[in-house]
């Protein structure tokens, strides 16, 4: 298993956060990935099969975590979209 240098927190499912530690774990998400399959997608899948066949384990994780930012997973972001959603719909009740 090869180990990024720090987990990429994100929410998958119904919000269920998870870290993930790794370029297989990344790997897995992706290839999972049931929403928008975008440029972010198709960069950080190749990143990620780049790190699986000896690449840049670093350069696998930016992407990856950029990807997730991209989509609104990545969790301290997600936190923060739903608590402004909430305040927006509480406000506007």
Partial sequence: MTLFARPVPIFVGLGFP???ES???AFEVLNEWSGSRGFAHAAALAAVRAALLGGS???AHSAFEAFASKVGIL????L???AMRAAEEWLSA
């Fill in 80 to 82: 923060e979209i739903a």
């Fill in 23 to 25: 370029v297989e774990a």
């Fill in 18 to 20: 998870m870290d993930v």
């Fill in 75 to 78: 969790a301290p972001e997600a």
């Fill in 57 to 59: 384990v670093s350069a």
